[in-house]
């Protein structure tokens, strides 16, 4: 079974402090990750993937994450945080299967910035 | 170009009545999923189709529930003898094809069901 934990519900950040947001995943096999945010009363929109190859993954709006195959883990970072990354995160994981193909997402870590 | 759209956008019924919720996919994803998003909660699979293999239905909760796709674009997902708890915004996506699984999917707005 695969699944995948956002140990932190909120995460409150100041508007141009650095923004990370936490992932850590179980799978057996090799994971394909995900990071798609939310906006209220919006549908999930996709921000990055790792598949392979280089650890660290750039996406849209300038955030960027590093997979950590010892640790596990896929955090989410932003250099300079804006207002407007304030949404509801949420990191995925998938493994290859002949039979399917469904993510499997965490719990969401809600993100505030403060102007 | 177009995404992927959900009808209707909100949708309030009462206990024990069916329900239909629709998801026109982008043109040329072969992959279609469904999602559920409870308040407060994360989001549950439900059920994936590609083309025209049998759907993946481990995630439907009841036998209540159910998703047919028709000529492998339009997906209605049913509900029948709504309960309380089927409250929740039920989210599709889309995909392109393919068994590595790597395709990022894209997701509808969702539809927001409330059972009274």
């Known amino acids: 079974a695969q699944s995948v934990a956002q140990p932190e519900d909120q995460v409150n950040v100041a508007e141009g402090n650095p923004l990370t947001v936490k992932c850590t995943y179980s799978?057996?096999?090799?994971?394909?990750l995900f990071w798609y945010v939310q906006y209220p009363n919006r549908g999930l929109q996709f921000l990055l993937k790792?598949?392979?190859?280089?650890?660290l993954v750039k996406g849209s709006y300038g955030f960027e994450a590093e997979f950590n195959k010892s640790q596990t883990s896929f955090h989410l970072k932003k250099p300079s945080a804006l207002v407007s990354d304030s949404a509801l995160y949420f990191c995925?994981?998938?493994?290859?299967?002949?039979?399917?193909?469904?993510?499997?997402f965490g719990g969401g870590t809600r993100v505030l910035v403060k102007p | 170009g177009a995404g992927v759209s959900q009808s209707p956008s909100n949708k309030v019924t009462e206990k024990g009545k069916d329900v239909e919720l629709r998801c026109d996919p982008i043109?040329?994803?072969?992959?279609l999923y469904w999602y559920r998003q409870s308040l407060g909660q994360g989001l549950e699979f439900l059920i994936y189709?590609?083309?025209?293999?049998?759907?993946?239905k481990s995630g439907l909760p009841s036998d209540r529930f159910s998703a047919e796709r028709t000529g492998g674009s339009v997906s209605t997902l049913t509900i029948q003898r709504t309960q309380q708890e089927d409250s929740a915004v039920y989210l599709c996506?889309?995909?392109?094809?393919?068994?590595?699984?790597?395709?990022?999917?894209?997701f509808g707005p969702g539809t927001r069901l409330t059972v009274l």
């Open positions: 996506a889309s995909s392109l094809a393919g068994q590595g699984g790597y395709n990022e999917q894209f």
């Open positions: 799978v057996s096999g090799n994971p394909y």
């Open positions: 790792y598949i392979t190859g280089d650890n």
């Open positions: 995925a994981v998938r493994v290859f299967k002949a039979a399917g193909n469904k993510l499997t």
């Open positions: 043109s040329g994803h072969t992959a």
């Open positions: 189709f590609q083309g025209n293999s049998a759907p993946d």
